[in-house]
């Protein structure tokens, strides 16, 4: 795809910067933005991206580490590359995270329906030329096909890498796949210990996503699901004793 006559589009715009922007939703909420535009007149593309993140954390100096494992952190994009190149870069929290007003909805639809809001909001800013595409990874990622799926007329495109589209099926449920808590922390079938992780946030976990998308294999029979990872343990050659005990016991 890069030849070796490839090449970024020129820079010609300084940025100007406006932090901690309400930007409106329909039932009143105010959501906070961080928005960068060209020091310059005239119209512009937006790129936004939205997350649950610290939009501060999300501007940190790259230069002089550059990107990679010390900026990981950063998925919004470098609103100097955008702007210095005539786009619109405007990150925003989500409700009830940051400074953003009401409470949180966890890729809910009332949490999608607010970025619709935004995208809209933004398209008739007197800097905007009506144009906004949007991009980010992991959870930049899951608000955009979300947000796609509503079709916002203002909304032409989006770069949506690295992002889940099923909460229970991709972060839950994986068939043929084991996760188990034995002794507080969370081991797969052939003995490798992942993390640390309280079993009551694990099983606060698996309830949410059962109950919010319909599946309901573990709420309804949680001892056939704890004799069922027991046997699949024990097939994977595991000969300790799990502890399970009702949702504390995932199949994934």
Known sequence: MLTQTWKT????????????????????????????????EGKF??????????????????????????RGHMEAGDPNFYVARGYVHVIVNVRGTGKSEGFYDFLGPQEIRDIYDAIEWLAKQEWCNGKVGMFGPSYFSMIQKRVAALNPPALKCI????????????????????????????????????????????????????????WREVLDD???????????????GWTGRPRLCGLRCTIL
Do not use: W
């Open 159 to 214: 770069f949506a890498m690295y992002g889940l589209t099923d909460l229970y099926r991709d972060l839950d449920y994986h068939p043929y796949r084991v996760v188990a808590e034995l002794d507080g922390r969370i081991y797969h079938p052939d003995g490798e210990r992942f993390r640390d992780r309280a079993r009551d946030n694990l099983a606060a976990r698996q309830q949410r996503f059962a109950l919010r998308y319909g």
């Open 45 to 70: 593309p937006v790129i936004l991206g939205v997350c649950a993140y610290s939009l501060e954390d999300q501007i940190a100096p790259i230069m002089p580490v550059g990107a990679g494992g010390i």
């Open 222 to 236: 949680p001892c056939g699901c704890a004799r069922e990872l027991a046997e699949v343990l024990t097939a994977c």
């Open 9 to 40: 589009s020129e820079r010609k715009y300084r940025v100007r910067e406006a932090r901690d922007c309400a930007i409106p939703t329909a039932d009143g909420t105010k959501l906070n933005s961080f928005i960068y535009r060209p020091d310059a």
